[in-house]
């Protein structure tokens, strides 16, 4: 098989180095690599990519952790991007694959530009992303979920695999961590290259060809991969070892029951394939794999002390992690813009520094008005008219719930309200306010300037 890995920015260029250095260790193993970024010192740290094959877009300088100047950048050099792909690919390439970190500007921005590219030149691709760590900046965030969406868009796009960045903390907790990540990096290489050396490898039973493992990579979707190993000895049912392999590892989590199809081939022992072993194997697929499209390959040893599962589900639905990452990022950007536009307000009014004649200046604009903890007009409407105040409270507080995150001052907080609840009454506003208030879904943050939590 013959597989083109194509590294962008940081991360993916490291990924696709350790594919070329493991394609240089072991025979048989055709790797070709290229590698594209924005940052010039970045893209010369990768010695096993030749120089001709090392593409700089941009400045040189780095992306500024910005996914729209990762795009940008991709699109000014769409060319010879399309140059670079195209000089690489042969008629018997079998697999494209992508690499790239999601949360930096190059990476995010690249990838979707790239699988256009490669659809213009009439092929698929699949792609292994590292999503960023949870407690990373919101800017992070923000890169790979447009990073991410752009790209899962993309229709040259098929398999798209996702490394948990989380999961490294647990996987190395004591690891320096550049050590952590290469440690990460050579497990995903070694998964996707064990796939590979699975189509060559004979078996008496049945086995994986590799016509067989190039079209479940063209299933749409999220996909996961599988690379478990223990003592044989330590197996007595291969059908529950096959369901630990594929959470195991530093990959997202995934829900096997939206698979739509898989492969995997599991090595071992040959007292442990009988056909009742064997058979309840491929029931565990059927009963998992909502696509139920099983490619089961069984090779047994004479003499071995292990057992080893490789393979991938393909075809699922969006990972958990990959749902939370969208909606943090949301949020967090919320509120990153919120306090930008506070700044903002907080610049223009100035520090508050006047001269003594100025003090005393007549004021030029009509007075906001106050935020009063019992204002007695409004007070005797509310014992006269309880049931239709009550109801004016409720309206105002699922109205408000439409408006977390936001910032407004009082005067416009009571326009806001005077016209979604039809009410004139500037007393009985200010008294749904401070019902708001005490209820603790808008906070008075300093004097009449409120937040919608």
Known sequence: MRLLTIGLGHCGGKIANDFKRVALEQKGLIVETCAINTDRADLATHRYIPESQ???????????????EGVEAANQARTNIRELINRLLTPDTDIILITAGEGGGSGSGIAPIVAGVVGELGKTCTAILTLPFENESVKAKVNAAMGLDLLYRQEALKALICIDNDKITAHFPEKIITEAYESANRTAVGTFTNLLKLAKTPSLAD??????????????????????KTKANLVSDLAATLRHSWNSSLLAEVDPKTATGAIFGVQGPENLFTTTHVDAVRRTFSEELVGKDIMLGVYPVKQTRWTSYVGILAGMSVPKKVERLLEMAKQETEIHETLLEERKKMKKEGLGFKLNAERTAPPTTT??????????????????????????????FKYV??????????????????????????DVILSIIEALVAEGVVVEKKKNIFLIL
């Open 207 to 228: 086995r994986i060809d590799e016509s067989e493992l190039t079209t479940v990579f063209d299933y749409p979707g999220f996909a996961t991969l599988a690379n478990y």
């Open 367 to 396: 007075p906001s008005p106050t935020l009063r903890r019992a204002p007695e007009d409004a007070g005797t409407w509310m014992k006269r008219h309880p049931n239709e105040y009550k109801t004016y409270v409720g309206n105002a």
């Open 401 to 426: 719930q439409t408006l977390s995150g936001q910032t407004y001052a009082l005067n416009e907080l009571v326009d806001l309200l005077q016209s979604h609840l039809d009410l004139e009454d500037e």
């Open 54 to 68: 090392k593409l700089i877009i941009g400045t040189g300088k780095g992306a500024a952790r910005n996914w729209k």
